[in-house]
């Protein structure tokens, strides 16, 4: 469940 969360502010961070 970490690394999704993660994954999603990662992916929120690379599509800004």
């Not at 999704?4 to 502010?9: E, F, I, N």
């Amino acid at each position: 469940m970490l690394s999704r969360t993660a994954d999603h502010l990662f992916w929120m961070s690379r599509y800004t």
